[in-house]
């Protein structure tokens, strides 16, 4: 599985960015797919995640704290891409976005931990300026 992330760009407080993430390779919908972030100097965090497809509950998706209700994660698997929705930014969601595929995930589940994931994307930078 190869991911290329875009979408990124400079934006000021308040405004909005859609970041995209293209899967190629293989058909992944098996997988679980996350968008981290990173600072120059600090550790990557956790940004959004959203499981695979159940038949019975369809996808599950969760948010860091810091950006839930201004954030939205999606994914269209017929297309094999992901989607950050980002909106309200704020100086502090400055980073390098990158996106992240596990394989074999169980259904429903959504991965927080940078560690799980098999397979990531070069990122993207989003600055926001105040």
């Known amino acids: 599985v190869r991911l290329a992330e875009s979408g990124g760009g400079l934006m000021q407080t308040g405004g909005s960015l859609r970041l995209s993430c293209t899967m190629s390779?293989?058909?992944?919908?098996?997988?679980?797919m996350g968008w981290f972030r990173q600072v120059s100097g600090k550790e990557r965090e956790f940004v959004a995640g959203i499981s695979r497809k159940s038949s019975i509950s369809g996808y599950a998706d969760s948010y860091a704290d810091s950006v839930k209700g201004r954030f939205a994660i999606t994914r269209d698997n017929a297309n094999n891409m992901v989607y950050l929705q980002m909106n309200n930014l704020k100086p502090e969601d400055t980073a390098v976005y990158s996106c992240?595929?596990?394989?074999?995930?169980?259904?429903?589940?959504?991965?927080?931990?940078?560690?799980?994931?098999?397979?990531w994307g070069q990122g993207t930078q989003v600055t926001v300026s105040s």
């Open positions: 390779g293989r058909t992944c919908d098996d997988c679980a």
């Open positions: 992240a595929a596990k394989e074999r995930s169980y259904y429903g589940v959504v991965y927080s931990s940078s560690t799980v994931y098999n397979y």
